[in-house]
């Protein structure tokens, strides 16, 4: 029996707790195993040299008397399955990239250092070139000293191997092993057989992982090997579109909406917070606890992280892998993602609560409709930025706002400020477009004399609120709307720009304990849809009891 049929089993039938994603791949590995009209086949010849050559010449650096390298029963089944399974017609391996998402000091550094000796030495490739990244030097260093060190302690490897200041060099195939920094600039022209790329979640620059991915076009089985620890979410990074992409991926196997043969992911992840209470569950996400990783002292760590819940959010985040927005966030991920979807077709004839934030000059400004349908609440926005601070703003936020202006859901108004008749139009637009009447909108007093002018005159004076801005006029409203997502109450088709407000929002209190929106010092975090969404949601209570 091979490493991934016995490890499967024993996740399959509960003896090694393992949580629903590693489940699916690993049905789908040994399906695919055993299913001969496939492209790919499994080599068991392939799997056992790469198995072999780190079990033979690779040690555990940094441990005393460096012991030879036993793979995990884990750690050999992610072997066998990267360097096992191969093209029936051209030998070469089916997967190109794998993802290793585990908690914090699971040996995942020691286990890229022994696969990336294995590329750089025995993989059959010509001059192969073999590069670890991460977002600084220093970080994509530490596989490659491991290798070295590996090295050093090898008498078989020191006779193929040359370690220079900067690189380790194999004699026979003419192959180099570099450590690289985030300077993305300087990778162009490489001719990549393997990335390492280590702790994805802390990395920023998006273009490093493109270049070095484009590096691999001219080989023949490049491999991407990409490893990470959890770490705080933030919208639209590298770690978070490459999460999703796998998550989609391990979806497909049964929906095949999405199917990528060539990609494949081990994510070690707990399913629920609620299982963190069960020191049982914790293997789930750290598959070399009490080897590697002391259960004594995890267990001790998470003892004190109970008493403070931004210490409990730090090692829910970084020891089980949970991810979670900023750590000052006033909303969790999980709380607020919501992959619900509606037509606004569906509410002809309904009404809804509406709210706006507007900026002062040339910021974000947002608007937003409250459908109440069966108990739940539907959102829909529309946001503005003006067209002549776009492009600065594209460059010093770090979001898209060219591609959620393609997709819809922002839109530019000409010159370098906000036209709040554009703003107004857009609440007209609701109702010629669906069919859906206003019943009141909620909006801040401060700098709105011009858009309530313009509401008034559409809808009628009766039609405006004024929302008050205080502590005691925000605080129990947006404790409620946090229920409200928690619960799933709140549909909102998934929308990216909202979702990135939300993950910026925080709290900041007063001296009697009420709360009000606050988004710190950065600029370039905006709040501005949940304030928007927030002034709405106000009306909304206030009026629901009429409605």
């Known amino acids: 029996m091979t490493a991934i049929e016995e490890y499967n089993n024993l996740i399959q039938n509960g003896t090694i707790r393992a949580c629903k994603k590693l489940k699916t791949v690993y049905t789908h590995i040994v399906e695919n195993m055993h299913n001969e009209s496939l492209q790919y086949k499994y080599d068991e010849s392939k799997a056992k040299r790469a198995v072999d050559f780190i079990e033979t010449f690779c040690c555990i650096p940094k441990m005393r008397g460096a012991p030879k390298f036993k793979l995990e029963l884990w750690q050999k089944a992610m072997v066998e399955t990267i360097f096992g399974f191969v093209d029936k017609e051209t030998g070469y391996r089916q997967y190109r990239e794998a993802f290793l998402y585990v908690g914090r000091k699971n040996a995942k550094s020691v286990l890229g250092a022994a696969m990336a000796l294995y590329m750089l030495i025995a993989d059959s490739e010509d001059a192969p070139e073999i590069y670890s990244a991460a977002t600084d030097r220093q970080q994509a260093k530490i596989v490659w000293e491991y290798a070295k060190i590996m090295i050093a302690h090898e008498p078989s490897l020191r006779k193929y191997c040359k370690i220079t200041v900067s690189a380790i060099e194999c004699l026979g195939n003419f192959g180099k092993f570099v450590p690289l920094s985030k300077n993305s600039g300087s990778l162009d022209g490489l001719n990549v057989s393997c990335i390492l790329l280590d702790e994805l979640h802390a990395i920023k620059d ?12 001219a080989r023949k089985q490049p491999l991407t090997i990409i490893m990470s620890t959890g770490g705080y979410s933030e919208q639209d990074s590298i770690f978070d579109v490459k999460y999703e992409e796998y998550a989609s991926l391990i979806d497909g196997y049964a929906s095949k909406k999405y199917t990528d043969e060539t990609t494949i992911p081990f994510i070690y992840e707990l399913d629920s917070k609620a299982e963190v209470e069960d020191p049982k569950n914790w293997i789930k996400a750290n598959p070399n606890l009490g080897i590697s990783k002391s259960m004594e002292q995890l267990q001790t760590e998470y003892n004190r992280a109970t008493l403070n819940e931004r210490t409990l959010r730090d090692l829910l985040v970084k020891q089980f892998n949970f991810r979670e927005s900023a750590k000052m966030s006033f909303f969790s991920l999980d709380d607020v993602t919501n992959k619900e979807t509606f037509d606004m077709n569906s509410f002809s004839g309904s009404y809804y609560f509406g709210g706006v934030d507007l900026s002062e000059t040339t910021d974000l400004t947002c608007a937003t409709a409250i459908i109440p349908h069966n108990n739940k609440l539907y959102v829909h926005q529309m946001y503005w930025i003006p067209q002549d601070t776009l492009a600065d703003h594209i460059a010093k ?151």
């Open 206 to 217: 998006r273009n490093m992982y493109d270049v070095l991915k484009g590096g691999t076009y």
């Open 397 to 547: 936020d770090n979001v898209p706002y060219d591609i959620w202006i393609k997709n819809g859901y922002l839109r530019t108004c000409q010159g370098n400020v906000i036209d709040q008749k554009d703003v107004a139009n857009w609440f007209q637009e609701i109702q010629d477009a669906y069919g859906i009447y206003v019943y009141k909108i909620g909006y801040d007093a401060y700098n709105a004399q011009y858009l309530t002018k313009d509401l008034e005159t559409m809808f009628g004076a009766s039609m405006t609120q004024k929302v008050s801005q205080s502590f005691k006029g925000l605080s129990s409203q947006m404790y409620l709307s946090r229920a409200y997502f928690k619960e799933k109450r709140i549909i909102y088709n998934y929308n990216p720009v909202f979702l990135w407000c939300l993950l910026n929002t925080e709290a900041v209190t007063d001296t009697q304990g009420n709360i009000k929106p606050y988004k710190n010092r950065n600029l370039h975090k905006r709040i501005d849809g949940y304030s928007a969404f927030l002034d709405a949601f106000c009306v909304y209570l206030d009026n629901k009891e009429n409605f």
